[in-house]
T-cell receptor, first 113, second 111 residues
């Protein structure tokens, strides 16, 4: 069965510092992988997705993620954090037969001035 | 943004009462999903639909039922609400087995 593990429920970085949010997955088939962002009291917004094309995926707001099959990882990075990046981030893998997603438990990113 | 609305956006109800949440889409997507979001659990699938009148259970379906009589509407019913169903409920839609787009959510409190 597919599963997702996000390492670190809370990550704090300084403004301008590198953002690294970790995601490891388990999948019995080649996966589709996703990162979503949720701002306070809002729904989930798709940041980026991996669908078996390029292993380095660029998303919105300067985020990118690299699919590493050997490490079963799909970590999210951004070179320089902005205050507006403070939010909760969810990694997800395509799971069920009808395309439902399996989500990690989320990582809350705080950005210090 | 994908055309997904949820109603109501907020609801407070009492234990034992029935509650229906509505998800409406204007994208004509085939797949629709109901998730619940709870702290420390991420999002968990309750039920999903792969077409009109075609639905199936997800990971946490006990105490919930769904109906889809039209492509655009997917209803989630709590037949007898319990305090453990206090949560934020999200509807999602998908054209295929790739990206899902989420609605704004419904915050439900069961007293």
């Amino acid at each position: 069965a597919q599963s997702v593990t996000q390492l670190g429920s809370h990550v704090s970085v300084s403004e301008g510092a590198l953002v690294l949010l970790r995601c490891n997955y388990s999948s019995s088939v080649p996966p589709y992988l996703f990162w979503y962002v949720q701002y306070p009291n809002q729904g989930l917004q798709l940041l980026l997705k991996y669908t078996s094309a390029a292993t380095l995926v660029k998303g919105i707001n300067g985020f990118e993620a690299e699919f590493k099959k050997s490490e079963t990882s799909f970590h999210l990075t951004k070179p320089s954090a902005h205050m507006s990046d403070a939010a909760e981030y969810f990694c997800a893998v395509s799971g069920g037969s009808q395309g439902n997603l399996i989500f990690g438990k989320g990582t809350k990113l705080s950005v210090k001035p | 943004d994908a055309g997904i609305t949820q109603s109501p956006r907020h609801k407070v109800t009492e234990t034992g009462t029935p509650v229906t949440l509505r998800c409406h889409q204007t994208e004509n997507h085939r797949y629709m999903y109901w998730y619940r979001q709870d702290p420390g659990h991420g999002l968990r699938l309750i039920h999903y639909s792969y077409g009109v009148k075609d639905t199936d259970k997800g990971e946490v379906s006990d105490g919930y039922s769904v109906s889809r009589s039209k492509t655009e509407d997917f209803l989630l019913t709590l037949e007898s609400a319990t305090s453990s169903q206090t949560s934020v409920y999200f509807c999602a839609i998908s054209a295929g087995k790739v990206s899902q787009f989420f609605g704004p959510g419904t915050r439900l409190t069961v007293l």
